[in-house]
């Protein structure tokens, strides 16, 4: 212990000395120190408890095994039946069944849950997020069973938790909030008269609800009606309570929330974090700090979060959303009771560790922070990697990860709960990981994330890193002007992929046929004979033709004009640095870095991921390219008398029989997949000829659900 605060008298002596020298290699080092210094301070504690039962599953439960590791505490897994051979049973100590996949028999049964504490022994019960972190009747049994809930106690859960009464208690408290009614909307008929008290827009959204589920904007009735009818029948298959309530839906608003600590007398807020990049309500990208926020904004934001939590007695970590306008007004949303998704941000940018601070308080400690203590250490950003498809509306994919290897580097974590030959299926969430960036300003954090996503692969299941890629490259979001319509605003006809520049465009050909050259190279004998070769490089419905010259260490690429003297432009140089076969190519182009994957290869050219997006480059000799002009041209099936299903999932309701009559937009079907409910409308008029699924049946993507009549 003595070397121990040797040690760290020096380091701090370094630390003075390099501020002055180097700013940045003093922010690296203090990042690296604040949380070695903070593992091995831990060492020295006794453990608050000995042993913990995570009731959750995947990343956060991962998450979670992680910090009560370094705190000495033995953990305990459960999992659903589908979930026996998942990455949380593999980390944890002992690990429990609690019954099949469905989450209502296994991850939400609070008997089930009870009796695996039972049976290991556990003192305390950390509930991750969703589930049953906000489940005041699941807090109350562990109470009855002297059993520590690694959050708040059951009366802040349900005051906070309850999005009604948590209205109620921020009024009293002196929390600005949204006009809209306080208090639960029973049917239909009052949901209308209120919505047309309020005004249009409005939302509805689940009162026990969270995670973008059992929520819905309504712009008339019609839109109400199939909102409020749709988020009820979400919130009660995903939280099991369908309670509802309406709010005035701030239009261009940005979703901006403050992470809070308390011990149930003191509490502290943590800076802000931005979580304006939505999909179907539920965050995509975040980062703190906010680019908006000013300090003086960010205190009173901070001052109300925490005098919300004293006055419900606040125990644990929690979070306090706001909807912010740009002239940084802010309205209470809901508080969250629990540890929210894209917590690591917090903990990059404060050097924290919130859930070893959730598990000491649970504990009876202290808060160990003052709000003094809590300052900005750069910039972060969060990228959630979903299992889902950006070109076909993000709907959720399944399948198994036949290819995943993930990136690292300075500045760079995953949180994540899948491993290579995992599975994501129909019955949870389709999150593969949280990818978090640090740099010294946004700019660096930015930069980072590009490069993580450029060099994360992933095989076997669709994904949305194109999509997240793409957004890295987009002007309006570099400039920091977010609200929580960026994605329909800025992708108005939905995510086509990446638009390439001409440059782009360029650059990538010739990185395409370098790549070909070196192939070549490597499947002869006769290194002399491939040291040069001229190509028809086909991309993006353009065909190049260019010539390769191989210098050494680089390839020299000239593109050939289509004037009458077909002079040649200046050549395009390619770094020789692909291992001919890996899975990726980091190398440079034109003195410009870049990072490319191989997707697949193919018989005359590549599939390739670069920026993100996934592009077939043909690269074929003059002679074969005009032998492909005789090929015959596949055409697609004709599919316009069909209602398909765009998702794997499982059908809640057929609204049709064969016989009837449709009109274009009517309702055919609903199908669900990880909870979320997928209304199916008809596309043009015409008359149902056959039925071929009935509700409860299990579909797969593009499967053929109702045929029409021609």
């Not at 593992?39 to 042993?51: C, G, I, L, R």
């Not at 409308?681 to 509700?695: F, L, N």
């Amino acid at each position: 212990k003595i070397g121990f605060v040797l040690l760290r008298g020096n380091m701090s002596r370094l630390l003075s000395y390099l501020t002055q020298r180097s700013p940045q290699a003093s922010a690296v080092l203090r990042l690296t120190l604040s949380r070695s210094f903070s593992t091995a301070a831990a060492s020295h504690k006794k453990p608050p408890f000995e042993k913990i039962l995570i009731a959750n599953r995947g990343e956060i439960a991962c998450r979670v095994i992680r910090t009560a590791k370094r705190m000495g505490i033995k953990t305990v897994a459960v999992y659903s039946e589908a979930d026996s051979h998942a990455m949380h049973v593999r980390d944890a100590d002992e690990a429990v069944c609690v019954g099949p996949a469905p989450t209502s028999q296994s991850y939400l049964n609070v008997d089930k849950i009870m009796e695996a504490i039972k049976l290991t022994g556990a003192q305390a019960v950390h509930p991750g997020y969703g589930f049953l972190s906000e489940n005041a009747r699941f807090v109350k049994e562990l109470e009855k069973a002297n059993v520590a809930f690694i959050g708040p106690g059951s009366y802040a859960m349900h005051a906070m938790g309850d999005k009604i009464e948590s209205k109620k208690i921020a009024k009293e408290a002196g929390v600005n909030i949204i006009p809209g009614f306080l208090g639960e909307v029973e049917d239909m008929t009052e949901v209308i008269k209120i919505a047309h008290e309020i005004g249009y827009p409005v939302m509805v959204k689940a009162s026990a609800g969270g995670g973008g589920k059992g929520i819905r904007i309504a712009w008339n009735d019609e839109e109400l009606k199939i909102g409020f009818r749709l988020s009820k029948q979400e919130a009660k298959s995903s939280f099991g309570d369908d309670r509802m309530l309406i709010e005035k839906y701030i239009d261009d608003g940005r979703h901006i929330e403050i992470q809070v600590l308390a011990d149930g007398t003191n509490a502290v807020y943590f800076p802000e974090r931005e979580c304006s990049i939505q999909r179907r309500n539920q965050k995509v990208i975040e980062e703190a700090p906010s680019p908006l926020l000013d300090d003086k904004t960010r205190r009173a934001m901070g001052e109300q979060a925490t005098s919300l939590c004293k006055a419900v007695g606040y125990k644990s970590a929690g979070t306090v959303e706001f909807i912010v306008d740009n002239n940084k007004n802010f309205y209470f949303l809901e508080m969250n009771t629990r540890l929210q998704v894209e917590h690591p941000i917090t903990e990059y940018i404060t050097n924290t560790d919130l859930v070893e601070h959730m598990i000491r308080i649970a504990a009876g400690e202290k808060l160990a922070l003052q709000q003094k203590d809590i300052k900005i250490h750069g910039w972060a950003f969060e990228s959630r990697v979903y299992a889902e498809d950006p070109f076909r509306d993000f709907l959720p994919s399944i399948g198994r990860l036949t290819r995943y290897q993930r990136p690292s580097g300075e500045g760079v974590r995953i949180d994540g709960g899948v491993f290579e030959g995992g599975e994501i299926s129909i019955y949870y969430d389709p999150l593969i990981s949280k990818l978090i960036t640090w740099g010294e300003d946004r700019a660096e954090a930015v930069d980072r994330m590009r490069g993580a996503l450029d060099r994360y692969v992933i095989k076997g299941v669709n994904h949305n890193v194109p999509f997240l890629r793409a957004v890295m490259e987009n002007q309006r979001f570099l400039d920091g002007r977010l609200t929580t319509k960026f994605i329909p605003e800025e992708f108005p006809e939905g995510f086509q992929g990446f638009q390439f520049s001409e440059i782009q465009s360029r650059n990538l050909v010739a990185i395409a046929a370098s790549m070909k050259v070196m192939e070549m190279q490597h499947n002869h004998y006769n290194y002399d004979a491939c040291t040069s070769a001229e190509f028809v490089v086909s991309f993006a419905g353009r065909d190049y033709n260019v010539s390769v010259y191989d210098e050494g260490s680089d390839c020299f690429v000239y593109f050939e004009h289509e004037g009458a003297d077909k002079e040649k432009d200046k050549a395009v140089i390619v770094s020789k640095d692909w291992n001919v076969g890996a899975t990726t190519f980091e190398g440079v182009v034109d003195e410009v870095p870049f990072i490319l994957q191989m997707s697949q290869r193919m018989s005359h050219g590549f599939k390739l991921q670069y920026l993100g997006s996934q592009v077939e480059v043909l690269v074929r000799t003059p002679r074969q390219f005009e032998l492909t002009k005789h090929m015959p041209v596949k055409t697609a099936k004709d599919m316009t008398n069909a209602l398909t299903s765009p998702m794997p999932g499982s059908v809640v309701s057929v609204s049709v029989k064969p016989g009837d009559k449709i009109v274009i937009g009517q309702e055919l079907a609903v199908v669900e997949a990880m909870k979320m409910q997928n209304v199916l409308r008809a596309s043009h008029d015409c008359t149902v000829k056959e039925v071929k699924v009935k509700p409860g049946q299990s579909v797969a993507v593009d499967e053929v659900l109702i045929e029409f009549d021609k």
